[in-house]
């Protein structure tokens, strides 16, 4: 079964920050783009960040740039964000997704469930 899990999630204050992990099972991540979007309330999802799976290119939201980075384990079948300099604004759903002929944020076909970030003092 294919199955995106996320974990990580939490409370934590502005400025602190926070590292999301995303297992995958039933595929491996070697030939699929990944990455992370989120869904804050009242807001759309958006692309947050996002590594192919050809170059290793990543691609940020600007809203991020400088302060998250993605990464990417084959070995362990893992994809992370780590979050830096969290912002009240970062609070929100975040949703890992992949796809084989994902690139940059578009074209992903497996999702997870999400995992709960709140920022906040």
């Known amino acids: 079964q294919v199955q995106l899990v996320e974990s990580g999630g939490g409370l934590v204050q502005p400025g602190g920050s926070l590292r999301l992990s995303c297992a995958a099972s039933?595929?491996?991540?070697?030939?699929?783009?990944i990455g992370w979007f989120r869904q804050a309330p009242g807001k759309e999802r958006e692309g947050v960040s996002c590594i192919s799976s050809s170059d290793g290119s990543t691609y940020y939201a600007d809203s991020v740039k400088g302060r998250f980075t993605i990464s990417r384990d084959n070995a362990k079948n893992t994809v992370y964000l780590q979050m830096n300099s969290l912002k009240p604004e970062d609070t929100a759903v975040y949703y890992c997704?992949?796809?084989?002929?994902?690139?940059?944020?578009?074209?992903?076909?497996?999702w997870g469930k999400g995992t709960l970030v709140t920022v906040s003092s």
């Open positions: 997704a992949a796809g084989m002929y994902g690139h940059r944020c578009s074209g992903m076909e497996y």
């Open positions: 039933g595929f491996t991540l070697d030939y699929y783009a």
